[in-house]
């Protein structure tokens, strides 16, 4: 998702405020701290134009 998010020069704050969450929550996603709910995966796969799975990997 950093490189996505890189790629359009938005930051941390510009995605937060368009997936209407925290830069917090943007940062955790980031670092593999958090995984997001499957809505907010739904939103941010909507916002880049991708498939969920083209933006997160099954961590086992």
Same mark, same amino acid.
């Given at each position: 998702?950093? !490189?996505?998010? +890189? ?5 941390? +704050? ?6 209407? !969450?925290?830069?917090?929550? !943007? ?13 907010? +995966? ?19």
């Amino acid at each position: 998702m950093r !490189v996505l998010r +890189a790629e359009r020069g938005w930051s941390q +704050a510009d995605l937060a405020e368009k997936l209407e !969450v925290s830069r917090q929550s !943007v940062n955790a996603i980031e670092t593999g701290k958090y995984d997001p709910s499957l809505p907010l +995966a739904f939103r941010i796969a909507r916002l880049f134009g991708l498939g969920i799975e083209e933006i997160f990997e099954d961590r086992k």
